[in-house]
């Protein structure tokens, strides 16, 4: 009976179960595959880094755990219910309430204050305006931005808007935070920053953490570290710098 209830526990702290995922793309009648029956699972609350060179197949990847692309083959199981089972209006709504993302480049909407980004994804999903206002003040002064509250993209440094998207991105506390080369467009000095404040707001929220990037100083503070090579997973390890 001991054996049944850890299994049990075991399985709600599953939160992904990816399956032989599949990605292929036809072009002037040639197939090219990008990924090739990628498989692993991630739990809540875990932190983890997706590295391998240029074309490996990284973005793609993440791109499917995002659900903004879709696998040519294989499945995705959250909570164990395939997303991709899900119409596009389902799928979408999943991604607003469920996930946050955080690109190299932010993409924020330049005619709107960094208060109204950070607030976008809340008046999307129909929060009480208020309600938005009040916890995107709250990321934003947590990420040292409440003097830039009302201040648009062009009047922000670099290592500013990325903040401000990483405030976007935790606006609706995701589960899950899927981010794609997140300091690859900073200086050393603000992207460590960056990096070690999505760290610090992951064990406060207790929120996935999958990122892709090619810093392995950074991929090295992560606890778990999948290495991609040609669309295939050729490592799956614990980091050697959190055994130590």
Not at 31 to 44: A, S
Not at 108 to 127: H, K
Not at 202 to 221: G, Q, S
């Amino acid at each position: 009976m001991n054996s049944a209830g850890a299994q049990t526990e075991t399985v709600q702290e599953r939160l992904l179960r990816v399956e032989s995922i599949g990605k292929s793309y036809l072009a002037d009648s040639t197939i090219t595959n990008v990924l090739n029956g990628v498989t692993f699972n991630v739990d809540r609350g875990e932190t983890m880094s997706i590295v391998g060179p240029s074309g490996a197949g990284k973005s793609t990847l993440l791109n499917i755990l995002g659900t903004l692309d879709h696998p040519s083959s294989g499945t995705i199981k959250y909570r164990g219910e395939d997303l991709f089972a899900r119409d596009e209006k389902a799928l979408a709504e999943f991604r607003n309430r469920k996930l946050g993302f955080v690109f190299q480049f932010h993409h924020l909407l330049p005619e709107f204050t960094a208060l109204e980004n950070v607030m976008m994804p809340a008046r999307i999903a129909g929060i009480d305006p208020d309600a938005a206002e009040k916890k995107a003040r709250q990321l934003l002064g947590r990420l040292g931005l409440d003097k830039r509250l009302t201040h648009k993209q062009g009047e922000l440094s670099g290592g500013e808007q990325q903040r401000v998207a990483v405030a976007r991105a935790l606006v609706m506390e995701p589960e899950v935070v899927l981010a794609d080369e997140p300091t690859g467009n900073l200086d050393t000095h603000t992207g460590r920053d960056v990096f070690d404040l999505m760290l610090e707001i992951n064990r406060e929220l207790n929120m996935t953490l999958i990122v892709v990037t090619h810093n392995m100083d950074f991929a090295r503070k992560l606890p778990r570290c999948i290495t991609l090579v040609d669309g295939s997973i050729i490592d799956n390890n614990v980091s050697q710098a959190t055994e130590q």
